[in-house]
């Protein structure tokens, strides 16, 4: 198992080294910050200063190696518009994005196991393909339009629901929290739903097929012919023998979904990280652009270095190294 782990870490540093120079060199090239932060009407020797200051005047490999030095000291560098260090920046806004998606994945994983279970078990019923139909109407509608109509239907429609923003909150370790209040917990439904919907989908599709499979196999045969009721077989050997497609796509999607909460927290005008990234596109703030990055890989390198430890602890033949046997 210590060789397993020693494996995976070395692979998992690997990957991030060779993330950061992608995610350096990419960033780096796209436009010029200097014509944004600095005046229209500066002059020639306050351009110069800038770009002295901004360290834009070096090499780009020396750049890099000044980047990469200060990353492994915990230092993303400072802000180019708000003059503030990034970490900190981000920090401010990631508890905000932390918790829409952490409310939208296990939301969608419970409900989608539930409902893909149930729709495999009882295939042929009516509330099944009803299920399996609003799976398919997740996949199929771009979040963008599903966000507009929820808001146009709960906020603006009905009044139900408020069309943005984040609410009242609640200061826990020190982390403000708004589920935890009544009017955050209404702002934060709607985007919640809106985030979840292409998860759920996905569970309810995977969870209904494996359990389609593990049903038909000999082991649920066995069972039931011991006299072992349906519920227990359900819960021993069917949720076991399909964790692991849904521990991998319950891995991948929190990373996807903290990723890409971009379009939603747009919608909604949620305080999060994603709308920080839009905005400092914007005005080309590259050392944000660059840590939102490097902070994106690195959160997707550790779910997967996770996921694998899962894997090993459930099945013992991958830390062995005979999965493929």
Request: glycine letters at 10%; proline letters at 5%; zero cysteines.
């Amino acid at each position: 198992m210590l060789g397993f782990i020693i494996q995976r870490a070395i692979q998992a540093v690997a990957v991030m080294a060779v993330m950061s120079v992608i995610v350096f060199v990419g960033v780096y090239a796209i436009g010029n910050p200097v014509d944004i932060v600095i005046p229209p009407d500066a002059t020639q020797a306050m351009r110069e200063e800038a770009i002295r200051r901004l360290g834009l005047d070096l090499p780009l490999w020396e750049q890099y190696g000044i980047f990469a030095w200060n990353l492994l000291h915990g230092d993303f560098g400072r802000s180019f518009v708000y003059n503030v260090p990034v970490l900190e920046l981000i920090g401010g806004r990631l508890p905000a994005t932390l918790e829409l998606v952490l409310i939208s994945i296990l939301f969608a994983a419970v409900t989608g196991v539930a409902l893909g279970v149930y729709a495999g078990v009882k295939p042929d019923s009516w509330l099944s393909k009803a299920i399996m139909g609003l799976s398919i109407l997740g996949f199929s509608v771009p979040s963008f339009w599903v966000g507009l109509i929820l808001i146009l239907t709960f906020a603006v429609s009905l009044g139900w629901l408020p069309a943005g923003g984040r609410g009242d909150t609640v200061t826990v370790f020190g982390i403000p929290w708004s589920f935890l209040t009544l009017d955050g917990l209404s702002h934060i439904v709607l985007p919640a739903i809106n985030l979840a919907l292409f998860k759920l989908a996905m569970m309810i599709r995977l969870a209904r097929a494996g359990t389609r499979e593990v049903m038909l196999s000999d082991t649920v045969k066995f069972a039931r012919a011991a006299g072992i009721p349906e519920g227990v077989i359900l819960r021993r050997h069917v949720l076991k023998l399909i964790s692991i497609p849904l521990i991998t796509v319950f891995g991948l999607e929190l990373g996807s979904t903290l990723a890409f909460a971009v379009v939603t927290e747009t919608i909604f005008s949620w305080p999060g990280v994603g709308k920080l990234i839009i905005d400092s596109i914007g005005v080309l703030d590259r050392p944000v652009m660059v840590a939102y990055l490097v902070l994106i890989a690195f959160l997707f390198v550790m779910i997967n270095f996770t996921v694998d430890l899962v894997f090993a602890l459930i099945d013992p033949r991958i830390r062995s190294g005979r999965q493929g046997a």
